[in-house]
């Protein structure tokens, strides 16, 4: 029996600013099941207690930013980008 799921896949996740302070790293490769860069997101958020939900940050795929429900493929490279103060 196969214990890796038909819809794994390896992810590029790239954090910045706060959640790269929370998670103490400003990139990683993991292996998901989740299907949109939400899911993603929750997954994470529950992982590493990202104090930041998604209606705050925005997404980008592979240097585009995208919606919330774009289907994940396999080698993405993920960001989630925090809001940036200054001015």
Excluded at 13 to 34: T, V
Excluded at 49 to 57: K, P, R
Aim: hydrophobic content about 45%; overall charge negative.
């Amino acid at each position: 029996m196969n214990s890796v799921s038909d819809t794994t896949k390896a992810i590029r996740i790239g954090y910045y600013a706060l959640l790269r302070e929370q998670r103490g790293l400003s990139e990683e490769w993991l292996e998901s099941d989740a299907a949109t860069p939400a899911e993603l997101y929750a997954a994470l958020r529950a992982a590493h207690g990202f104090s930041l939900a998604s209606s705050q940050l925005k997404v980008a795929i592979n240097d585009a930013f995208c919606p919330w429900d774009t289907p994940l493929q396999a080698r993405d490279h993920v960001v989630f980008i925090p809001p940036v103060a200054g001015g």
